[in-house]
């Protein structure tokens, strides 16, 4: 199963009055994330607002996703074995001859 991992490479602060982030990656970050596609090298990333602003007032932060491949393997299943039920004890009849009074 495909699980998507995320790698940080920035983050960002609101630009004030507008609805633009301004967000800042070190180029040897970007570099490593970086495909051609038709000859072209493209860098595919993801800004998303966070929660909470960092110390430094940002609140933006930037990461690549990649999927990746689930390395834990799920155990085989084994045929469901019922444990043995527990036998009823069967008392015998108290005669009333062994009384001591």
Do not use: H, W
């Not at 040897?28 to 110390?55: H, N, P, R, W």
């Amino acid at each position: 199963m495909k699980t998507f991992v995320k790698n940080y490479i920035g983050k960002g602060k609101q630009v004030a009055g507008l609805s633009i982030a301004k967000v800042t990656c070190k180029l040897e970050d970007l570099q490593k994330f970086a495909y051609f596609f038709d000859g072209i090298e493209y860098v595919t990333f993801e800004v998303a607002k966070m929660k909470q602003a960092d110390s430094f007032g940002r609140d933006y932060t930037v990461y690549v996703s990649q999927a990746e491949e689930e390395k834990t393997e799920k155990p085989a299943k084994s045929p469901a074995v019922k444990a043995p039920r527990k036998q009823k004890e069967i008392l015998e009849p108290v005669t009333g001859d062994d009384l001591p009074f």
